[in-house]
């Protein structure tokens, strides 16, 4: 009689937490600039997430809102510029926006800026920031993005917020895997 409770409660409260879970998170809009701050947990080794963000020509295996990346130049080995396409809606509207990127890597880091004469954004910046946490990765991303395209202003950051927490969750399972 008891088991049927245990195997419902255990369906409804886990007792193993999602292996990526989003810590904390803030998104602010200001003079249309979103400033958007993301800590997370990934349950896989530093290394693991470091090189699927970085695996520009299989983003879109890590992000199912990347819909192309290909490298454009490779400066360096750790500096490239990368083109992508990311299909993003907003209720039921969609859009595919291009953005085209320098990106730098280092052993922990990545910093990526955006080109707006190669892009649909007036301006953007982000930073994927790694720390280990034993066999696992903590992770601070800060992004600073101007859309050139409408996005409606009261509920825009709100589906913003929510496209990047979905975005991190689904690449942490990537990576999760990929270990």
């Not at 595919?96 to 922990?108: C, L, P, T």
């Not at 202003?153 to 991190?168: A, K, S, V």
Request: net charge negative; charged share 20%.
């Amino acid at each position: 009689m008891h088991r049927p409770l245990l195997l419902l409660l255990s369906a409804v409260f886990p007792l193993t937490a999602q292996a990526t879970e989003i810590l904390d998170s803030s998104i602010n809009l200001e003079n249309g600039r979103y400033s958007i701050e993301v800590n997370a947990h990934i349950d896989a080794p530093l290394e693991t997430v470091l090189d699927v963000i970085t695996d520009y020509e299989n983003l879109p295996r890590a992000n199912p809102s990347i819909t192309e990346s290909r490298v454009l130049l490779a400066y360096a080995p750790n500096r490239h510029r990368v083109h992508t396409v990311i299909r993003a809606c907003i209720l039921f509207f969609c859009k595919s926006v291009n953005q085209v990127q320098d990106i730098k890597r280092d052993a922990s880091r990545v910093e990526a800026v955006i080109l707006p004469e190669l892009s649909d954004f007036r301006m953007g910046s982000a930073r994927w920031s790694l720390f280990p946490d034993n066999a696992s990765t903590r992770m601070h991303f800060s992004s600073e993005l101007e859309p050139d395209y409408w996005i409606p202003p009261l509920i825009g950051p709100w589906l913003i917020q929510q496209r990047i927490h979905n975005e991190i969750i689904e690449s942490g399972r990537y990576m999760e895997q990929a270990h």
